[in-house]
């Protein structure tokens, strides 16, 4: 619950699961929502987890200064610092500057599936990182050039998102603060899934294999299946597939395209295999999907 008068907030893009939403915003690492957030005068909120709890959220304060409070540790963030809020984190928070008002560019990312972040590597993050604006310019860079990319009247390019994603998520996992506030790691195995999904993401129409991605990144088909797995918690064929299917069932939806078609532009030479994964993890035929879901039959 929070005490205080909200100011008006600003709402760059929000995430709808439309399939609108362009294919390689479907899968994580997304941008969930890119917003300014105002909150007027002496306010205050009591502990709770914040309305995007499953995801990562970025406070860049634009105005005023926050105090968070989790657990038994309390930081203040001022004009120009980031808040970064660990997923599920239970926090409570005062101004810490009642006659200004508190604003701030706030951008919620969803970095991978649950699954991804796996247990070991969770218990190397804070709930809170406090990023100081001495430190910070890269990760503010790459906050503001996400949010320009959406705030242009132009078509969003997503591929050009993907990659300030990549890159902000190697900066915060590498972080380094002699303060020891913010505790961020990241192994070499994270950073080598990272480029896979990328490298996944970006070639899944064309004809690619364990093998090639493991080429890529100069290991041995098998040590690169168990380095991905151990990470992302499935398999890099079940993720290739996944993605395969997104943009199938895009295509479905919202072209005229015939199941040949669509199963060729998603990157499966056989349609007989296409048809029969299709129906495997959708429990339904492509034909069956397209009469159902398709905007032209109705």
């Known amino acids: 619950m929070i005490r205080g008068e909200y100011g008006e907030d600003v709402t760059i893009y929000k995430y709808d699961d439309d399939s609108k939403i362009e294919t390689l915003n479907l899968v994580p690492p997304r941008v969930v929502l890119i917003e300014i957030l105002t909150i007027k005068g002496n306010w205050c909120h009591e502990k709770t987890e914040g ?44 101004t810490a500057s009642p006659k200004e008002d508190f604003v701030a560019l706030s951008v919620v990312i969803d970095f991978a599936d649950e699954s991804f972040h796996h247990e070991k590597i969770k218990e190397k993050w804070n709930s809170l990182c406090l990023l100081p604006k001495d430190k910070n310019e890269p990760i503010r860079r790459l906050l503001e050039k996400i949010r320009d ?79 991905f797995k151990d990470v992302a918690g499935f398999s890099p064929i079940s993720y290739l597939l996944k993605i395969k299917m997104n943009y199938a069932k895009k295509l479905l939806k919202t072209t005229t395209s015939t199941i040949t078609e669509v199963s060729e532009k998603s990157g499966f030479k056989n349609i007989h295999y296409f048809s029969t994964i299709f129906k495997k993890m959708e429990k339904l035929t492509p034909g069956q999907y397209k009469s159902k879901y398709s905007r032209k039959s109705k």
């Open 149 to 227: 990319e959406f705030s242009n009247n132009k078509k969003v390019n997503y591929f050009l998102v993907k990659n300030y994603l990549f890159e902000l998520f190697t900066s915060i996992v590498n972080w380094k603060d002699e303060n020891k506030l913010i505790s961020l790691k990241l192994s070499r195995n994270i950073e080598l899934s990272i480029k896979a999904k990328k490298y996944i993401e970006e070639n899944f129409t064309k004809e690619i294999s364990v093998n090639d991605i493991a080429e890529k990144l100069y290991l041995s088909p098998s040590r690169f299946a168990h380095i």
């Open 51 to 94: 309305r995007y709890g499953k995801y990562y959220v970025f406070n860049l304060i634009l105005n005023g200064s926050k105090q968070v409070g989790i657990g038994k540790e309390k930081y203040i963030g001022r004009t120009g610092d980031i808040l970064l809020f660990k997923p599920h984190t239970f926090m409570q928070g005062k």
